[in-house]
């Protein structure tokens, strides 16, 4: 199950503190209540922007009780191997300055 994927990822992260301070499923996932309570801490982890272990599948849904494929486990090991990094807002409000103010000769053909 996709449920206990998350679980067992969340432990095997170490993220199971984040996980267990959750007292509701928060995911914004359309059938996220049909999830088993025992797992809503790691879903909920497990789909948090600063982890996203797990995507949404079609139609916007968890899915928790199906099975999980092979696709969606090595993007998930990826994730766990690789993890979002935040922007600085600082950089990104300097960006579209850099742009209009870069000399046409340092910029690639």
């Not at 049909?34 to 797990?54: F, I, K």
């Not at 899915?63 to 807002?89: D, K, L």
Request: charged share 20%.
């Amino acid at each position: 199950m996709r449920a206990d994927f998350a679980v067992a990822m969340v432990e095997v992260l170490g993220l199971k503190s984040e996980a267990q301070s959750y007292d509701e499923i928060c995911t914004t996932a359309i059938d996220e209540w049909d999830a088993p309570v025992e797992a809503w801490g790691a879903l909920t982890v497990a789909y948090r922007s600063n982890h996203q272990l797990l995507d949404f599948r079609y139609g916007h849904l968890i899915e928790a009780s199906s099975p999980i494929t092979r696709e969606e486990a090595a993007i998930s090991i990826y994730m766990a191997m690789n993890p979002p990094v935040r922007a600085e807002w600082q950089r990104l409000r300097l960006l579209p300055m850099l742009l209009v103010s870069t000399p046409c000769s340092l910029l690639p053909d």
